[in-house]
């Protein structure tokens, strides 16, 4: 059983951005640290939708930079370089999104981490493309940005829907088989992108979508949604499995009125209930319907066996007092795996950074040739790896969030696990991956 991370609402104690005016604008620390001959590196996150979630993500980049520039930072055509953060609230809106990277590119970044969402990602990439900016997002998981013409300008830390939602299928069909589904989904991009794929790779397999249903992304109050009528079209037939694709915050709720509605009562043989990426079992152990949670089944990427996570929650907690969030070691990794690339090409111009990602990630080349010649290096090892790169050598970094391994899109190579709840703890069924 692994651990579930522990997300507690942060203190003002331990708060590090300071937010004014409704969150419109950010600024690290108190008092503003000194940067000795700066590189000026965005940081983009939907901060008014998640704000708890969203900071922590922040803290992961922040341990990241500090521990970077506590190495003596970047060198770059033998000058020394400390990496200054610049955060920015995109605040769940593309157009906040195409704002705040303009201020991002108007002062003179051309290397951003973020945003949160897709509905914003896919936007700000637009840009950044016509831009020339370097983009890499630590959760927006939309295939869309995949298959965009970015001139290798558009990266990810966190595993492709595309990737997850072909697994989801096959996991279904095959492991579980069953035939008939029916799939639940939020009305937005991340949403109806995974059930796309979901549904096209289950019928491509042989199964059949019964029923395809959306509700509403934009939720302000999900206590009292009522989702009576997507339920009622959902189960009108009879079905072996439901998918479900969620945020956290939906899941409790969702799986109680389901419990609770007759079609679902008047089933003789319960679904199996499957849950997309990013699902807290925790939140579902004290929130969910106890009487539906042995049908469910998670699917999601994991940390397990990962001792580079462990060092990485470790020293986060060591350094802000809480656990970190889901994503934050995928932003944590973002600014390494950048950083890293800089070194390696002796340059910041992003066509340079991108040309060396996928080395430094562990693939050798853009045919996903993997090198065995690279030397290992871990978590808050910037001395070494630099040292390394710096020598001539090649490094494989394999980071908080496991190994990268950028494939041709720019998207890392995931493992999932998948899980369940049994006698209301939440237990392990698979691994599947690397």
């Not at 704000?51 to 970047?74: D, H």
């Not at 914003?120 to 295939?143: F, G, H, R, W």
């Not at 009292?224 to 998918?243: C, G, M, R």
Request: glycine content about 6%.
């Amino acid at each position: 059983m692994i651990k579930l991370k522990n997300h507690k609402l942060l203190t003002c104690a331990f708060l590090i951005f300071v937010f004014f005016t409704g969150c419109e604008k950010l600024q690290e620390e108190y008092n503003t640290p000194e940067y000795n001959n700066p590189m000026k590196i965005g940081v983009v996150g939907d901060v008014s939708v998640l704000r708890e979630q969203v900071e922590n993500i922040f803290f992961g980049v922040q341990l990241a930079s500090e521990e970077i520039n506590n190495y003596g930072g970047l060198e770059i055509n033998n000058q020394n370089r400390e990496i200054e953060l610049i955060y920015k609230n995109s605040a769940g809106n593309p157009e906040e999104g195409i704002k705040v990277t303009n201020e991002l590119i108007n002062d003179g970044v051309d290397i951003i981490i973020g945003p949160t969402f897709s509905s914003v990602a896919i936007e700000m990439a637009e840009l950044c493309i016509q831009k020339d900016v370097l983009m890499m997002t630590y959760s927006a998981t939309s295939p869309e940005l995949s298959l965009l013409n970015d001139n290798d300008l558009i990266w990810r830390t966190c595993p492709s829907d595309y990737t997850f939602g072909t697994f989801s299928a096959h996991y279904i069909y095959n492991t579980l088989q069953h035939r008939r589904a029916a799939i639940l989904y939020r009305h937005d991009t991340f949403g109806t992108g995974l059930s796309d794929i979901v549904k096209n790779t289950f019928e491509e397999l042989g199964g059949n979508v019964l029923n395809n249903v959306s509700f509403p992304g934009d939720i302000v109050d999900i206590d009292s949604y009522d989702f009576s009528f997507e339920l009622n079209t959902l189960l009108d037939k009879e079905i072996d499995v439901i998918y479900i694709i969620a945020f956290n915050s939906e899941i409790a709720k969702i799986t109680n009125e389901i419990y609770n509605n007759d079609l679902y009562q008047d089933l003789t043989i319960k679904p199996n209930i499957v849950l997309s990426d990013g699902i807290i079992p925790e939140e579902l152990i004290i929130n969910g319907n106890p009487e539906l949670l042995e049908t469910v089944i998670g699917i999601t990427s994991t940390n397990e066996g990962n001792p580079n996570y462990s060092t990485y929650k470790t020293n986060y907690i060591n350094r802000f007092g809480f656990s970190p969030a889901t994503y934050s070691e995928h932003a944590y990794d973002a600014l390494y795996c950048i950083s890293y690339a800089i070194q390696k090409a002796n340059s910041n111009n992003p066509a340079d950074i991108t040309s060396v990602l996928r080395e430094i990630s562990g693939i050798e080349d853009a045919n996903d040739i993997l090198s065995s010649e690279q030397v290992v290096i871990n978590v808050n090892e910037f001395d070494i790896g630099k040292n390394i790169i710096n020598k001539g050598e090649s490094i494989n970094y394999e980071g908080a969030s496991g190994q990268i391994n950028f494939d041709n899109n720019g998207d890392p190579l995931p493992q999932f696990v998948i899980w369940g709840i049994e006698d209301n703890e939440f237990v392990e069924i698979s691994y599947y991956g690397k």
